[in-house]
């Protein structure tokens, strides 16, 4: 006997790849119900060979739903999320309205499958921002082998993690500057996107970073280990899909880039791909679709003790959200949901 999941915002960047994952990865689902808002009531959505049509969010009854993946905002979910939880169903959130709550588990399977188990206080698991989310499957058998003291990392993040509005602009100003007249002023982002990178996502802070800098920070020591110490700053780039991220980490203990590779080698939701040679590299274009988060550039960081540096690329919309939260799923349904 399978479950019944439901994905709420199926009609959004996240949402439609929720239910390709779960079809790709062959959730034990009996039945996957598509949520959307009242304006997008109808709207066929893909699940494998399935065409789905969306049901109205506001009139869902989650009883007797088993697990829902809510990408649908901070404000909706404050809304339905406590709603779904109420009745019994576990809320997986890709929003970042419960990351910081304590009592909240923020789970990266690969990292912190044990802390699933806090979910039973309240029936929700917060799923972590899509750039912390590839970073700390990197970082942890590096902290479990050599314990990190520090990391300073600077992302080079793709416009569809703002959603597609942002992919939009981009797409849109990329044409209107090979066209006069049709030029496309800034409007999701702050600054003209298209041939142009922008060091701020989220809004600035009092100690002058971003929000998006702080998460990376707060979410990193509450799914690794809260005495790391981590320093961000956080770039949107003219890239569709795909975040990157040049990473470097200090240990406590010795810790060369040769025994870093081999370790990321061997763990789990990793691919390594370093060659030392023209293109022996991975870029964004290369992980779109794929589950993997790549590591490249491995290099002893020969300006401070126990260092090294390393290149990370993810499909942003897969292991930063998408496919992070059915990972959780089905860890949840593993260690928390008892089917006959």
């Keep these: 006997m399978g479950y019944k999941v439901a994905v709420a915002g199926a009609t959004g960047n ?11 990865r062959q959730f034990p689902a009996d039945e996957v119900v598509a949520l959307a808002s009242r ?32 990408a649908i905002g901070s404000g909706p979910t404050k809304i339905y999320g406590p709603k779904a939880a109420k009745a019994g169903c576990v809320v997986i959130d890709n929003s970042s309205l419960y990351r910081y709550e304590p009592d909240i588990p923020l789970i990266v399977p690969e990292v912190n499958p044990g802390a699933v188990d806090q979910m039973r206080k309240r029936n929700i698991i917060a799923n972590p921002n899509c750039s912390t989310a590839q970073m700390v499957v990197a970082l942890k058998p590096l902290h479990d082998r050599a314990r990190i003291k520090r990391v300073v990392v600077s992302t080079y993040q793709s416009v569809s ?3 597609k509005a942002g992919m939009d602009e981009l797409w849109d100003q990329t044409k209107g500057l090979y066209v006069p007249g049709q030029e496309v002023d800034p409007a999701k982002f702050q600054k003209q996107i298209a041939f142009n990178v922008i060091p701020q996502i989220d809004v600035f802070m009092d100690d002058g970073s971003t ?15 809260p005495s790391i110490k981590v320093h961000a700053t956080c770039v949107r780039v003219p890239v569709f899909v795909g975040h990157s991220e040049a ?59 126990n260092a090294i540096s390393f290149w990370c690329v993810s499909d942003n919309l897969r292991k930063g959200a998408a496919l992070n939260a059915v ?11 008892q089917k006959a």
Excluded at 327 to 337: K, M, S
């Design 161 to 163: 993690g703002a959603g």
């Design 39 to 70: 304006k997008s009531l109808g709207t066929e959505c893909s699940y494998g060979d399935k065409t789905l049509r969306t049901k109205d969010l506001d009139s869902y009854d989650f009883a007797g739903t088993d697990i829902a993946l809510f």
């Design 211 to 225: 929000k998006e800098e702080w998460k990376m920070v707060v979410e990193t020591k509450k799914i690794v280990d």
């Design 247 to 305: 990473v470097n980490v200090e240990f406590e203990d010795p810790l060369s880039a040769d025994e870093a590779r081999e370790i990321l080698r061997e763990a789990p939701g990793i691919m390594v791909v370093d060659k030392r040679e023209d293109g022996g590299y991975a870029t964004p274009v290369d992980c779109v679709g794929d589950y993997a988060t790549f590591i490249s550039r491995i290099r002893d960081d020969i300006t401070a003790e």
């Design 327 to 337: 990972q959780i799923a089905e860890l949840v349904g593993r260690r928390c949901l």
């Design 14 to 24: 996240v949402g439609r790849e929720m239910l390709n994952i779960l079809a790709e």
